[in-house]
């Protein structure tokens, strides 16, 4: 379980494709305070580290994962954002994030906004009653609050500290992004159909 606040960020040192999955090493200052088995969110996808070494760390991302995340689509060189795991005494500073993405987007549009920074995504919008004006979203493992959700779109505003310690600042239009609605919307929604 996340927050959706990021504090840390890794790089992809190597990657690996084995059968179906994709093996990543990732540098992080944080590696040195993983554990084996520990569950770490990247881009909001939670992976388990299975080896660490040094300033590095191994996960696997399997098939299903690369389908319904972009994590196939990074390479060497690429940051990604980390989180980990929060505890009874965390403060949930942001929502609840389970690290189980549920669709990805598309960036469309990236405007500086006097200081600040507004993302729109577009995306699948079979998924579009999961997501309200002024509710909790995940964009890459970052917790943030979307506005104009209109049909098959919707735009975030990203501060400057965000927009610094994560890998939106890189972001630009035409890539890619992780999506994982609210929780709270998802359970509501399936509530709601068994009504019917």
């Not at 690996?16 to 909001?44: C, M, R, T, Y």
Request: aromatic share 8%; glycine share 8%; with cysteine.
């Amino acid at each position: 379980m996340f927050s959706g606040i990021i504090k840390n960020e890794g790089i992809v040192n190597d990657f690996a494709n084995e059968g179906s999955n994709k093996i990543f090493w990732i540098k992080s200052p944080i590696a040195s305070e993983l554990h084996v088995d520990q569950s770490l969110s990247h881009n909001g996808v939670c992976l388990t580290v299975e080896e660490i070494k040094e300033d590095t760390y191994k996960v696997t991302a399997i098939k299903e994962t690369l389908l319904k995340s972009n994590l196939g689509q990074l390479i060497t060189g690429q940051h990604v954002n980390l989180e980990q795991s929060i505890t009874m005494q965390t403060l949930l500073d942001g929502h609840i994030v389970q690290g189980h993405v549920d669709t990805t987007g598309i960036c469309i549009e990236r405007d500086e906004n006097n200081g600040s920074h507004v993302f729109t995504f577009r995306y699948d919008p079979s998924f579009s009653d999961l997501i309200v004006e002024k509710g909790s979203i995940a964009v890459n493992g970052v917790s943030l609050t979307a506005f104009n959700c209109i049909e098959d779109r919707f735009s975030v505003g990203i501060i400057p500290y965000t927009f610094s310690h994560t890998n939106f600042r890189s972001l630009e239009v035409g890539d890619t992004v992780n999506i994982e609605f609210d929780i709270i919307g998802k359970y509501v929604k399936k509530m709601n159909a068994s009504r019917i």
